[in-house]
């Protein structure tokens, strides 16, 4: 993955920034590149059924959680196994599988693992593995900053 495995996308408002994501099964035997939206305010990573139906993720429960949106209502959900690799790390986690999202989300179970940068003023994101010193920066800008 290269410079561009990172952006921002102007098509929501406010912009949201996203990250490429090589995302295999757990036992490592499929895989597939997405993008992923950097989602701060959700704990969980979650996947897209077509991410699953790829996959086949289901295969793998691994735990029941206590799932809720903001202003939702809480629901016990399944939790499924899935191995993330984004800028070089490599994170095994428990994802939640939706129908009703259509991007993949990855959420802080995730992003904590990463050094995660984005300047609104500037317009830029930049996402690095925190323990790699003096790596190329990864900055990208919004359009028109």
């Known amino acids: ?9 102007e ?3 406010p912009p949201f920034p996203w990250c490429l994501a ?3 099964d757990l036992p490592k035997t499929k895989n597939v590149i997405a993008k992923g939206y950097t989602d701060t305010g959700s704990d969980v990573t979650i996947a897209t059924m077509d991410i699953d139906e790829r996959l086949e993720l289901h295969r793998q429960p691994v735990t029941l959680a206590e799932i809720m949106g903001i202003g939702g209502k809480p629901e016990v959900r399944a ?3 899935a191995v993330f690799i984004v800028k070089g790390i490599e ?3 428990a994802v939640d599988i939706r129908d009703d999202v259509e991007e993949v ?7 904590h693992h990463l050094s995660l940068s984005i300047d609104w003023k500037k317009g ?5 593995d925190p323990m790699i010193r003096g790596q190329r920066n990864t900055k990208v800008k ?3 900053k």
């Open 124 to 128: 830029t994101i930049d996402l690095k």
């Open 11 to 13: 098509t929501y408002y």
């Open 91 to 93: 994170v095994v986690t």
């Open 1 to 9: 993955m290269s410079e561009s495995s990172i952006g921002i996308d």
């Open 105 to 111: 989300l990855i959420g802080r179970d995730i992003l």
């Open 22 to 24: 090589n995302i295999y």
């Open 79 to 81: 939790l499924y196994a």
């Open 142 to 144: 919004l359009k028109g």
